[in-house]
């Protein structure tokens, strides 16, 4: 059984950082993790992922709007991925939610098999 578990968010002022964390089990080291977010009123949207162990080339996406911003990371050895953000805008409010994929990494990487629940991130202005 498949379980992705989210924590980590919270109320952040602008310009400040939170460290998501998404734990996960019953997948292998050789999935796609990847972060998404959705905001109020809006589909969810990708933001970054991290290749599986087995993947060659590119090793991390991120979407543009975090670049230089955001870093996406894995620990192998706890089978968890986390999404460090810096340089919080009230624009990144949304409940950012973790995927996990069977497919290799892409720079889109719409193609989740799994999700968590998500946690919500508020940036305030």
């Known amino acids: 059984q498949v379980q992705l578990v989210e924590s980590g968010g919270g109320l952040v002022q602008a310009g400040g950082s939170l460290r998501l964390s998404c734990a996960a089990s019953g997948v292998t080291l050789s999935y796609t993790m990847g972060w998404f977010r959705q905001a109020p009123g809006k589909e969810r949207e990708f933001v970054a992922a991290?290749?599986?162990?087995?993947?060659?080339?590119?090793?991390?996406y991120y979407t543009d709007s975090v670049k230089g911003r955001f870093t996406i990371s894995r620990d192998n050895a706890k089978n968890a991925v986390y999404l460090q953000m810096n340089s919080l805008k009230p624009e990144d409010t949304a409940v950012y939610y973790c995927?996990?994929?069977?497919?290799?990494?892409?720079?889109?990487?719409?193609?989740?098999?799994?999700w968590g629940k998500g946690t919500l991130a508020t940036v305030s202005s």
């Open positions: 991290a290749a599986g162990i087995f993947a060659t080339g590119t090793r991390t």
């Open positions: 995927g996990a994929s069977r497919a290799p990494i892409s720079p889109s990487n719409n193609n989740m098999d799994y």
